[in-house]
């Protein structure tokens, strides 16, 4: 699998968009960027997925670069109930694929 | 709306104790997953199951055993535990087969988690 970088953590201001990087510089053409995010004392929670084309749900953005190296994780408006750790994991899909989560990236939301 | 139930939030046990995890999901999902979450390491992944009655080993397997006889119920075992398997214990579960949207095999629910603490 490809290996994916995160800063260790970041900050953001209650209702401004948070946006949080991840380097995948060796993403091969069959792995998909997924993204989970884990609140305090809870169970990781499946945010956002994509291969190429930039993805929206009603939790988040998710744009990858064109050369897919990279990709940007967008909450629009951050909340005090978006702090949390946020992991972003690159794996080729199929039946039988298991996911590996990495430290992530701490997301500190400031009102 | 809870989709992956753990039997307990909080377990205390002592040394050499053998210890059931248990794991229900409702969403008929083939896969179903056991990971342990430590500061610092993060989330390792125990065991793992596609399918009733079988089982494979993820990244950490020693010192644990698994029991998948319903779709719906995976279990974690400690048969005889110890102090350095006091942590977190998270289970998951996503469909098996791909398709559209979010069916993928990649997307798993979790459950809350179970802290264990051996003494």
């Known amino acids: 699998d490809a290996k994916t970088t995160q800063p260790p953590s970041m900050d953001c201001a209650e209702g401004r968009a948070a946006n949080l990087p991840c380097n995948h510089s060796?993403?091969?053409?069959?792995?998909?960027v997924y993204w989970y995010r884990q609140i305090h004392s809870q169970g990781p929670q499946y945010i956002i997925h994509g291969l190429k084309n930039n993805e929206t749900n009603e939790m988040a953005s998710l744009i990858i670069t064109e050369d897919r190296k990279s990709s940007t994780l967008i909450l629009p408006h951050a909340t005090l109930r978006d702090t949390a750790v946020y992991y972003c994991i690159v794996r080729v899909t199929g039946a039988n694929s298991k996911l590996t989560f990495g430290k992530g990236i701490t997301l500190s939301v400031r009102p | 709306d809870v989709k992956v139930t753990q039997s307990s939030r909080y377990l205390v046990k002592r040394t050499g104790e053998k210890v059931f995890l248990e794991c229900v999901q409702d969403?008929?999902?083939?896969?179903m997953f056991w990971y342990r979450q430590d500061p610092g390491l993060g989330l390792r992944l125990i065991y793992f199951s596609y399918d009733v009655k079988m089982k494979e080993k993820g990244d950490i397997p020693e010192g644990y055993s698994v029991s998948r006889e319903k779709k719906e119920r995976f279990s974690l075992i400690l048969e005889s535990a110890s102090t350095n398997q006091t942590s977190m214990y998270l289970c998951?579960?996503?469909?098996?087969?791909?398709?559209?949207?979010?069916?993928?095999?990649?997307?798993?629910?979790f459950g809350a988690g179970s802290r264990l603490t051996v003494l």
């Open positions: 060796t993403i091969s053409g069959n792995e998909y």
């Open positions: 969403m008929d999902h083939e896969n």
């Open positions: 998951a579960s996503s469909f098996r087969r791909e398709g559209q949207g979010i069916s993928g095999a990649n997307v798993l629910t």
